[in-house]
């Protein structure tokens, strides 16, 4: 008798249309827990959109998301949130002028008390606690935001996704504008998440970077899914032939 295994995140179908532009046709594609999926495809091919599309920016003119086999529809970003879903943009969203720790609970502070207090102890504690689980090379949750590297920022900003990600976490470009040493640290911070059994979308334009990270590929070429390609049992060629269509 054959087993099926509901996946934990399935893109049905996904279409996605901006007035008469047809910015995305039909993409199905799962990912799971422990998994790292990666989007790839010339500029325009469409990843970013389907990206944002999952978290919640932008809403499918047909097709569906599931969860765990639960079809899902989002009007936002915050009620992709709502369902576990996290992502991380080349913008980071961070607040420069507060420190770590306020960056991490962004929206989501912990309080306490009858006056409900904004508790910056605990969320200092916790901050920390994750820095070092993920190996994220910040001395201080009480640092600030425009202090720090641009791989740490990336850092902390991945590191809060993985704090709410309860079932996916989005990254589109997450190196982009980094240096080669900042750039081997996120990657490992990546695997890390992984390890830990996230479920990982990534976009990546460094085709080294995604055959280094993936486990899976999924091919775009002009808003059209061309592929898919097991990372272990493809090659670099191979992908750039169906990224450029020849083959």
């Known amino acids: 008798m054959a087993v099926t295994t509901t996946p934990l995140v399935?893109?049905?179908?996904?279409?996605?249309?901006?007035?008469?532009?047809?910015?995305?046709?039909?993409v199905t594609l799962d990912v799971n827990r422990g998994e790292i999926v990666a989007l790839v495809g010339d500029n325009g091919a469409g990843k970013s959109t389907v990206v944002k599309c999952i978290a919640g920016v932008y809403p499918l003119t047909s097709g569906q998301i599931l969860l765990e086999g639960r079809p899902v529809r989002f009007s936002s970003p915050l009620e992709a949130r709502s369902q576990g879903i996290e992502a991380v943009f080349q913008e980071l969203a961070l607040a420069g002028a507060q420190p770590v720790y306020m960056n991490m609970f962004l929206g989501r502070e912990l309080v306490?008390?009858?006056?409900?207090?904004?508790?910056?102890?605990?969320?200092?504690?916790?901050?920390?606690?994750?820095?070092?689980?993920?190996?994220v090379p910040i001395d201080s949750p009480q640092k600030r935001i425009r202090d720090l590297s641009g791989g740490q920022r990336q850092g902390v900003a991945i590191a809060r996704a993985v704090r709410w990600a309860q079932l996916l976490l989005l990254m589109d470009e997450p190196t982009a504008a980094l240096g080669i040493a900042e750039t081997r640290r996120v990657e490992q911070l990546i695997r890390r998440m992984?390890?830990?059994g996230s479920a990982i979308l990534i976009v990546s334009h460094?085709?080294?970077?995604?055959?280094?990270?993936?486990?899976?590929?999924?091919?775009?070429?002009?808003?059209?899914q061309?592929?898919?390609?097991?990372?272990?049992?493809?090659?670099?060629?191979?992908i750039v032939a169906m990224i450029t269509g020849l083959r």
Do not use: W
């Open 10 to 26: 399935r893109i049905e179908r996904l279409r996605k249309e901006f007035r008469a532009v047809v910015a995305v046709e039909e």
């Open 112 to 135: 306490k008390g009858p006056l409900r207090r904004l508790d910056r102890e605990a969320m200092a504690v916790e901050t920390q606690t994750l820095l070092e689980e993920l190996d």
């Open 194 to 196: 992984r390890d830990r």
């Open 206 to 224: 460094s085709l080294d970077q995604v055959l280094r990270l993936a486990d899976r590929i999924c091919i775009l070429r002009r808003g059209k």
């Open 226 to 238: 061309v592929g898919i390609r097991r990372t272990s049992e493809t090659t670099g060629d191979e």
